[in-house]
């Protein structure tokens, strides 16, 4: 009984040390978000002041959030060791 609480134990702990993300990943996906409020925050500000469309707005969002998830899926392969 002993024997399988600790194999169940080690498991857990080697699952768990598997699911964390490193600071490089993280560093990489904080970066991609600011980028992303930065850009949206400008293409809203351009809107407002009449510069672009609501729809050259919307572009802009959709390419920012696009790019942005790019980053962060490129940032999960860099900790799974997956190609790209």
Known sequence: MKKLIMIAAAATLGLGLAAC???AEN???EQAEV???ATEAAADTAEDAGQITDAQEDAITDASEEQK???EDAADKMDSGTPE
């Open 35 to 37: 980028q992303d409020e």
């Open 69 to 71: 998830d790019a980053t």
């Open 21 to 23: 993300d490193s600071s």
């Open 27 to 29: 560093a990489v996906e």
